[in-house]
């Protein structure tokens, strides 16, 4: 009999919990990595994914990012179709390929394209760390190189919002020859007079930060993003000191000069549309 009555209990006491689950769907409360709260991802979406309790910065994927940056309706996106093969042969990497396409609806790590801000024209380049944490193969280099050459054709500024784990190991040798195809190219649209904005997210690392990411005219970040080369452990090892704790971090470079400034997501459109203003002359790029 007693044990009847604590089978039952137990039975009742599962359904408030199995109806919690069913009030709550996935997706509509997010947990802030940074100080643990708890709000409603509606509420963070509006605010720019960005926290409302510590002002932790949430990564964005690259059309969350244009549409909170260029002004609605005026994107142009570029070279949409291209997607990457498999070389190397490396295996099962256009299965995994696949399976990004299919979470994230873009093809591959960047989306590159024209619109405006603020009434100016830009070409832009936005990288998304949901597609293979944004990690630079050769498909990614020439929709960067190839945005940097409209950008030159159109003779607009280039903006880049960086977010990368560095070069695809499974394109090799070939994904790292992108840091010299995109230096390239941004050494050519420097010599032609263009101006040229990085904005480094969290995470820009390995040979993204190597290479386009750290050559600006302004090299800006937001705050506390990773930015850096090799790993943290690495470096410890290699060089047998500690390093300070907010080393990499958007504000410890900035400390050493290796940034112009540590920008909030709220402030980035005006910042980036004022310095494309004053680049302007009679309405025209001062080329």
């Not at 040798?173 to 969290?202: N, Y």
């Not at 943290?232 to 990499?248: A, S």
Request: overall charge negative; glycine content about 8%; charged content about 25%.
């Amino acid at each position: 009999m007693l044990k009847d009555f604590f089978v039952k209990k137990k039975k009742y006491a599962s359904i408030p919990s199995e109806q919690a689950n069913q009030d709550v769907p996935h997706g509509i409360m997010s947990k802030c990595p940074n100080c643990k709260k708890i709000m409603y991802t509606k509420e963070l979406n509006k605010n720019d994914k960005v926290c409302m309790n510590c002002d932790y910065h949430y990564s964005m994927t690259g059309y969350e990012r244009i549409e909170s940056l260029l002004d609605e309706g005026t994107f142009f996106e570029y070279d949409k179709e291209m997607v990457s093969e498999n070389p190397l042969q490396f295996p099962d990497y256009l299965e995994k390929l696949e399976k990004d396409k299919k979470k994230t609806g873009i093809n591959e790590a960047v989306v590159t394209g024209e619109g405006k801000l603020k009434d100016k024209q830009v070409v832009v380049a936005i990288m998304d760390a949901s597609f293979r944490m944004g990690s630079m193969g050769t498909v990614v280099g020439e929709k960067i190189t190839r945005a940097i050459e409209r950008a030159m054709e159109l003779r607009v500024p280039f903006l880049i919002f960086t977010a990368s784990g560095g070069a695809r190991m499974q394109e090799g040798v070939l994904s790292l020859m992108q840091m010299a195809k995109t230096s390239t190219a941004l050494k050519v649209f420097s010599d032609q007079g263009g101006l040229f904005i990085s904005v480094m997210t969290h995470p820009t690392t390995g040979g993204v930060s190597a290479s386009f990411a750290s050559l600006g005219d302004y090299n800006f970040a937001e705050p506390g993003a990773l930015i850096g080369f090799a790993g943290r452990r690495i470096i410890e090892q290699t060089i047998r000191e500690e390093l300070p704790e907010d080393f990499q971090t958007a504000e410890f470079l900035l400390k050493h000069g290796q940034l112009d400034a540590v920008i909030h997501r709220h402030e980035i459109r005006d910042t980036l549309a004022n310095i494309v203003d004053i680049h302007h002359v009679g309405g025209d790029m001062n080329w």
